[in-house]
């Protein structure tokens, strides 16, 4: 069974950093994408970051100049960097990994549970 755990939420102040890490678990074949997605109340889930398994990354406008996504293949863990915070990072942020459990199975789209990251002002 495949899991994926967050960790590295928390309570940051305003202009402050954190590091997310999400570490993938289980039977797997292989892992292509991955990313982090977030959702702040009464919005909808949006993507803030993803890279492949070669390291080409993706960023949200609203995070590019700021933030850092990484990956360690050897331990299937990928790592989000986010500095200069502001409140609008507010939300609960979701890990995503794009992956195979075996060599012909198509890939599957599995997600964290989340993990609650608040920036004060």
């Known amino acids: 069974q495949v899991q994926l755990v967050e960790s590295g939420g928390g309570l940051v102040q305003f202009g402050g950093s954190l590091r997310l890490s999400c570490a993938v678990s289980g039977s797997i074949f292989s892992i292509s994408a991955m990313g982090w997605y977030r959702q702040a109340p009464g919005k909808q889930r949006e993507l803030v970051a993803t890279i492949t398994s070669g390291g080409s990354t993706n960023y949200a406008d609203s995070v590019k100049g700021r933030t850092t996504i990484s990956r360690d293949n050897a331990k299937n863990t990928v790592y989000l960097q986010m500095n200069s915070l502001t409140p609008e990072d507010t939300a609960v942020y979701y890990c995503?990994?794009?992956?195979?459990?075996?060599?012909?199975?198509?890939?599957?789209?599995?997600w964290g549970q989340g993990t609650q990251v608040t920036v004060s002002s």
């Open positions: 995503n990994s794009k992956l195979r459990i075996t060599a012909v199975q198509t890939i599957r789209n599995y």
